[in-house]
């Protein structure tokens, strides 16, 4: 017997062994049993679940049912049934405008950069709020890019304009 009492069979591929007590054969009998219940679970569960969409299926159909009869039984259900279903129209959006002041150009901007040298769009928008014309951050981004300030990232990881 070669190995430790492992078998060679004739039909096994030549060098391959087996050992009637192989933890790795009990290892993958397990495995397939497992497996198998698996499968068998599974096809439990779609055949429950084509019930299940059935059941379903057949109670939207129970409430179409229901709510054709309640629009005719309704009184002038039957004029209303006959007409054809009305359409809600959209409210059309307004036109937002510009949110930036008209007073706040990339000239501005170019100023408060030149008081300050260096400075995040958020600090630029709060110098310029504090003057009286209410500016995002968003907008000075804009404007900043516009008036051909310099965009670099400072030591604290922020985007930081100078001109």
């Known amino acids: 017997?070669?190995?430790?009492?492992?078998?060679?069979?004739?039909?096994?591929?030549?060098?391959?062994?087996?050992?009637?007590?192989?933890?790795?054969?009990?290892?993958?009998?397990?495995?397939?049993?497992?497996?198998?219940?698996?499968?068998?679970?599974?096809?439990?569960?779609?055949?429950?679940?084509?019930?299940?969409?059935?059941?379903?299926?057949?109670?939207?159909?129970?409430?179409?049912?229901?709510?054709?009869?309640g629009a005719t039984t309704a009184a002038g259900g039957e004029r209303r049934a006959k007409l054809a279903p009305t359409r809600r129209r959209r409210r059309a959006k307004l036109a937002k405008g510009r949110a930036t002041p008209d007073s706040v150009t990339a000239e501005v901007v170019k100023a408060v950069l030149a008081k300050f040298g260096t400075a995040t769009a958020a600090e630029i928008a709060q110098e310029i709020t504090k003057a009286g014309a209410p500016v995002s951050g968003r907008a000075v981004r804009f404007l900043a890019e516009r008036a051909g300030a310099q965009t670099f990232i400072g030591e604290d990881g922020q985007r930081r304009y100078r001109i």
Do not use: F, W, Y
């Open 1 to 69: 017997m070669p190995d430790g009492g492992a078998v060679v069979r004739a039909g096994d591929d030549a060098g391959a062994t087996t050992a009637a007590g192989s933890p790795l054969v009990h290892a993958a009998e397990r495995l397939v049993t497992r497996i198998t219940v698996l499968v068998d679970e599974v096809a439990a569960l779609r055949q429950e679940n084509a019930a299940l969409r059935r059941e379903v299926k057949q109670a939207v159909a129970l409430l179409d049912h229901a709510a054709r009869t």
